[in-house]
């Protein structure tokens, strides 16, 4: 599956605003090395933690990934990024039981 997540843009939007990892980590919540591992693509922050963490840098979901997406997909995750856990945890079953039946 492919996914649309740089951890390496994220990275340099984190340094243009002037916060370290360390800060970073320390207001989200998360280990630094947590935030390392996004950073570094060894992994993918959930949308609830992707948006907060951009919320702080002064930013949001479809601004981070701009034109790496189409119109369609930007929408999506401009609405997922304003639902609730519990609503992204039923989309997500809703999505996975549409893919499981195409098997």
Same mark, same amino acid.
């Not at 994220?10 to 919540?29: D, F, N, Q, V, W």
């Not at 401009?78 to 039923?90: D, G, K, P």
């Given at each position: 599956m492919k996914h649309y997540f740089k951890g390496e843009k994220? #990275?340099?939007? #984190?340094?243009? #605003?002037? +916060?370290?990892?360390? @800060?970073?980590?320390?207001?989200?919540?998360f280990s630094q090395s947590? +935030?390392?591992?996004? @950073? &570094?693509? #060894?992994?993918?922050p959930n949308v609830n933690a992707l948006g907060e963490i951009l919320k702080y840098l002064g930013t949001d979901i479809p601004s981070f990934f701009g034109d790496e997406l189409d119109s369609n997909k930007r &929408?999506?995750?401009? &609405? +997922?990024? =304003?639902?609730? @856990? @519990? =609503? +992204?945890?039923?989309? &997500?079953e809703l999505l996975q039981s549409f893919s499981s039946s195409k098997k």
């Open positions: 994220l #990275r340099k939007l #984190r340094k243009s #605003r002037g +916060i370290t990892a360390a @800060e970073l980590s320390a207001k989200m919540g947590y +935030i390392n591992h996004f @950073e &570094t693509d #060894r992994a993918v &929408t999506l995750l401009n &609405t +997922i990024s =304003q639902l609730s @856990e @519990e =609503q +992204i945890v039923l989309l &997500t």
